[in-house]
């Protein structure tokens, strides 16, 4: 029995080693619409986390507009390419096969594009695992953590009652966890930095993806 009646996951960074596809894409995104590549792009913990809007305007210093361009860019390279470059952290696939078989529901909640995250997950061999699906919509309207995290309760139909976790391993995760009044576990071995999960109020943190079977 798990103490919780749903586990949701961020994906990258969580589930999915990501930064190259990730990378590759803001680059060839950049180059098509003729702007600098900024230095921040050599370490993945300046883009693995917030919405690409959000990396596009801030750590790329694009207008609202050339980041619409650059993210249709992003979007199409990164469908027809680089979505490819993926494959899941150590131990993930124990640790979701163990909590199905628990009886968890088990959900992704991600600031990545959501079909975009349901072609990844199919690309791991992982999306058999899980009961929603809840990324960032088209039109905007879904956009942040703490977004993906209510859709995928309003749908799975989850009631005030029930324990929820998000378990991720950015700032953004913490942020959106908090939000929403769930629960939150952060994990070491991802792309975003403990002492920015902490300052937030994370306190529960884990090194390898088997060692939350122990917690949750």
Do not use: W
Not at 57 to 85: F, H, P, V, W
């Amino acid at each position: 029995m798990s103490k919780y009646d749903l586990v949701l996951f961020d994906l990258d960074g969580t589930l999915s080693q990501s930064h190259g596809g990730v990378k590759a894409s803001l680059i060839y995104a950049l180059n098509q619409i003729g702007k600098p590549i900024p230095p921040e792009i050599d370490d993945p913990t300046n883009y693995i986390g917030p919405p690409l809007m959000d990396t596009l305007t801030g750590m790329c210093g694009l207008s609202e507009e050339d980041a619409e361009r650059a993210a249709d860019e992003y979007k199409e390279i990164y469908n027809s390419q680089n979505k490819y470059d993926n494959k899941c952290y150590d131990g993930i696939n124990e640790v979701l096969q163990t909590l199905k078989a628990r009886g968890v529901k088990l959900g992704v909640a991600t600031t990545k594009y959501a079909p975009f995250a349901e072609e990844v997950l199919r690309i791991l061999g992982i999306i058999g695992y899980f009961d929603i699906i809840s990324g960032t919509s088209g039109d905007g309207k879904i956009s942040t953590k703490a977004q993906v995290i209510t859709a995928a309760k309003e749908k799975l139909k989850m009631k005030e009652t029930d324990k929820v976790v998000l378990i991720g391993d950015s700032k953004f995760d913490t942020e959106g966890a908090l939000s929403t009044k769930i629960d939150f576990i952060g994990v070491n071995y991802g792309y975003g930095r403990q002492e920015d999960m902490k300052a937030l109020g994370a306190s529960v943190f884990v090194d390898k993806a088997v060692d939350l079977l122990q917690i949750l």
